[in-house]
């Protein structure tokens, strides 16, 4: 089993950016499908940005394509979500989660292994 532990959320304002962190211990990502999801108040948990056949294929939200990229560093089996041009309405938790299969959803349901989440919190 897989373990996630999520960093580098915070508050910010508007325009501002911020790295997200997800490291893996227990095994690696290996070629297995990652993604980022997020819980704002009051909403579902909704699809960010996801990598699938390890890292070769990467995925995201209409809402945030153009301003946040997913990428990984295999030698520290971390999986990252930089954040640009941030705002309000990204306001949520943010959660990585991975698959045991390399094939692309933007589903919770489809995803195993969840860590525990980093808050993000932007300002107008």
């Known amino acids: 089993q897989v373990q996630l532990v999520e960093s580098g959320g915070g508050l910010v304002q508007a325009g501002d950016s911020l790295r997200l962190s997800c490291a893996a211990s227990?095994?690696?990502?290996?070629?297995?499908?990652v993604g980022w999801f997020r819980r704002a108040p009051g909403k579902e948990r909704e699809f960010v940005a996801a990598?699938?056949?390890?890292?070769?294929?990467?995925y995201y939200a209409d809402s945030v394509k153009g301003r946040f990229t997913i990428s990984r560093d295999n030698a520290k089996n971390t999986v990252y979500l930089q954040m640009d041009s941030l705002k309000p309405e990204d306001t949520a938790v943010y959660y990585c989660?991975?698959?045991?299969?390399?094939?692309?959803?933007?589903?919770?349901?489809?995803?195993?292994?969840w860590g525990q989440g980093t808050q993000v919190t932007v300002s107008s």
């Open positions: 227990g095994r690696t990502f290996g070629n297995n499908a």
């Open positions: 990598f699938s056949r390890s890292g070769g294929i990467t």
């Open positions: 989660a991975t698959r045991t299969v390399p094939y692309y959803s933007n589903l919770p349901s489809d995803f195993g292994s």
